[in-house]
């Protein structure tokens, strides 16, 4: 079965330093996709970065950006200059796809990310 | 109104009580999910509907009962619930199809549902 585990059920970081928010997953699948959606307090999730498994070099979003380690099944989200409107939970997702086929999201329990001013 | 909408965003209900949950996506997109959010655990997925048809019934005890009229409205119709029920309850879409690419899901600001 596909999981997803995020081991961290709270962080904290000083506003403007970096934090590294852990997600490992399990699956026997080559073929897909990892996802970290953030839910600020006002609930509506939104997506915050993505990375293809096919691909090597790690993805990046401005502030965002990922630590893709595909042999160990590790994908963590590094957050640099943090700011207050950073606090959320951050849910890390997976997804297979293949031949045209995707799977379903499959969540971890979230970490929820303070910032101290 | 722009992504994805639900209404009601709170709802309190009795266990013998009927009520729904819409969501609406003003997207364009040709799926929809709903899940189920308590506190510490994962988010579950509930229901998809994939071009108005369901793909997807995540083993959901039939007290909750899906609509999906067309590819823009989703609706979760509630009946005789319990308290373990009470969560929040979160609608979302996507462009969905073939190929390689990451179909992002948009997700609703959800409905807090509370069963007394």
């Known amino acids: 079965a596909q999981t997803v585990t995020q081991s961290q059920p709270e962080m904290s970081v000083q506003e403007a330093e970096t934090v590294t928010l852990s997600c490992t997953y399990d699956t026997s699948e080559s073929d897909y996709y990892l996802f970290w959606y953030k839910q600020p307090p006002s609930r509506q999730m939104i997506l915050v970065i993505r990375q293809e498994a096919y691909k090597q070099q790690n993805a990046t979003e401005n502030r965002f950006s990922v630590n893709f380690q595909k042999a160990a099944k590790s994908f963590s989200l590094k957050i640099s200059d943090s700011q207050l409107g950073d606090a959320a939970m951050y849910f890390c997702a997976y997804r297979w796809d293949y031949g045209g086929s995707q799977g379903n999201l499959i969540f971890g329990k979230g970490t929820k990310l303070s910032v101290k001013p | 109104e722009t992504g994805v909408t639900q209404t009601p965003r709170h709802l309190v209900m009795g266990m013998t009580n009927k009520k729904s949950l819409k969501c609406e996506q003003h997207l364009g997109h040709n799926a929809m999910y709903w899940y189920k959010q308590s506190a510490k655990k994962p988010l579950e997925l509930m229901f998809v509907y994939n071009f108005k048809e369901q793909t997807e019934n995540n083993s959901v005890p039939s007290r909750f009962s899906p609509e999906c009229p067309n590819s823009s409205h989703l609706f979760l119709h509630l009946h005789t619930l319990q308290p373990e029920d009470s969560a929040l309850y979160l609608c979302?879409?996507?462009?969905?199809?073939?190929?390689?690419?990451?179909?992002?899901?948009?997700f609703g600001p959800g409905t807090r549902l509370t069963v007394t």
């Open positions: 979302a879409s996507s462009q969905d199809g073939s190929g390689r690419a990451a179909y992002e899901q948009y």
